[in-house]
């Protein structure tokens, strides 16, 4: 029998913790790829740069691309990407194969996100997060997907998720 394979799809908004967990996953997790989103959105030249809506349109098809081949290579996939309205049309991919597709939507408090960018030296992202923020945890598809990362340690919450 064939080790069914994961796709684990790490979201959330900036400063939450994402590339952290998911880089954490990727040193965890057997024979395994990491996508990182952050990665395409900034592929282009200044003159050539698609207008955003058609950057995010790219970047996803680009997504699925990779994680359709690092599957027929039997490999588990992360990815790291913040996930607006996207996942059901991204799943519906694999919807044939047997393989598990966990989906995570981090969160954590205001407070605690202006913190960590401030921290990091990203403050001009603190709009941009805490608009990603409030989307993200009250939209009803992510409802059952949310995790909070407000008071936990990076291993605690790798463990919850591989679990």
């Not at 966990?102 to 992202?125: C, M, Q, S």
Request: aromatic content about 10%.
């Amino acid at each position: 029998m064939v080790n069914e394979k994961t796709i684990y799809i790490i979201s959330g908004p900036c400063g939450v913790g994402k590339s952290t967990l998911a880089k954490k996953l990727a040193q965890t997790v057997k024979k395994s790829a990491l996508i990182k989103g952050d990665d395409f959105l900034s592929m282009y030249e200044e003159t050539s740069e698609p207008p955003w809506d058609e950057k995010l349109v790219i970047m996803w098809k680009h997504i699925l691309s990779l994680t359709k081949t690092f599957i027929q290579h039997d490999y588990n996939v992360i990815i790291d990407i913040v996930v607006e309205d996207e996942l059901e049309w991204f799943c519906k991919h694999f919807a044939y194969l047997n393989l598990k597709i966990k989906y995570v939507v981090l969160r954590a408090d205001e407070n605690i996100l202006i913190e960590r960018l401030n921290k990091r030296g990203d403050p001009f992202l603190i709009d941009r997060s805490l608009f990603l923020l409030k989307q993200l945890q009250y939209s009803p598809a992510n409802r059952k997907y949310l995790y909070d990362t407000t008071h936990k340690q990076p291993a605690e919450i790798l463990e919850d998720i591989i679990n």
